[in-house]
């Protein structure tokens, strides 16, 4: 899953909010996970797929529930990319400081 | 896990200097990619070099003498040719102040990762999460605990 799919998960105000009731790290039943979004069941169930798909939560079958947690290893990576980043940052705004000073 | 990056670097130079380092295509390509094809203005869409690396179109948002400088482009300087306001970018912003001493404070911002509605901010889906700040901040708990 490349990390730009992660970053467009991420870009949504419901699916934020859902990454919010999961990031203590409990899961959650589907129907409960879906209680209170401000959107219907099925738009909630939508939501929850496209975060399945980019791997940021896992679903995991519970008899005749499904379980939903995040999978952290998802937003690390996403992590990983942004402080890569932030390293390329450094060394270019290096190399404009030695143009600039001499 | 952030939605932005934000840098700063104080340089030993004038605020024009870094600014001239920053907006001429030939300053530019000493210190950031290695060649610019195309017109390196506001409002188009030269094609950044970067050797073996590949190629980036980006566009050019804005230059304010000597203070501003911004473009668009696909983040991380990763191979990307074509029209950059049909694709997901992210907004790469040079801020100049000058210090007392003379010298030049570079801020330097990159946005828009995750491309969150500009409304979010004051949704209530702020109000009853804390939003994206206060998303991270526990997922930073989350990550501490691993």
Not at chain 2, 22 to 34: L, N, T
Not at chain 2, 36 to 45: F, K, L, P, R, S
């Amino acid at each position: 899953m490349s990390v730009e799919a992660i970053f467009k998960a991420l870009g949504d105000p419901v699916r934020l909010e859902i990454i919010t009731r999961l990031s203590d790290g409990s899961s959650y039943t589907i129907g409960k996970l879906s209680e209170d979004l401000g959107v219907s069941r099925q738009g909630a169930r939508k939501q929850i797929q496209t975060l399945a798909s980019a791997d940021i939560i896992q679903l995991h079958p519970a008899g005749r529930e499904t379980r939903v947690s995040l999978n952290t290893e998802s937003l690390q990576q996403a992590r990983l990319f942004i402080s890569q980043l932030e390293q390329q940052w450094d060394q270019r705004l290096l190399a404009l400081k030695q143009l600039s000073e001499d | 896990m952030q939605n932005s990056i934000q840098r700063e670097i104080t340089i030993n130079a004038s605020r024009e200097r870094v600014y001239k380092a920053i907006s001429d295509p030939e300053q530019v390509v000493k210190w950031f990619p290695e060649t610019i094809e195309g017109n390196y203005a506001v409002d188009e869409q030269p094609v950044f070099g970067f050797g073996d690396h590949g190629k980036n179109q980006v566009f050019i948002v804005d230059a304010r003498p000597h203070e501003y400088f911004a473009f668009r482009w696909v983040p991380g300087g990763n191979h990307f040719l074509g029209d950059v306001l049909s694709v997901d970018t992210t907004l790469v912003e040079f801020r100049l102040s000058e210090l007392q001493d003379g010298s030049c404070k570079v801020s330097l911002s990159e946005t828009g990762f995750a491309s969150l509605p500009a409304e979010i901010a004051e949704s209530s889906h702020e109000q009853n999460s804390g939003g994206w700040n206060f998303m991270l901040g526990r997922l930073e708990t989350l990550f501490a605990g691993d």
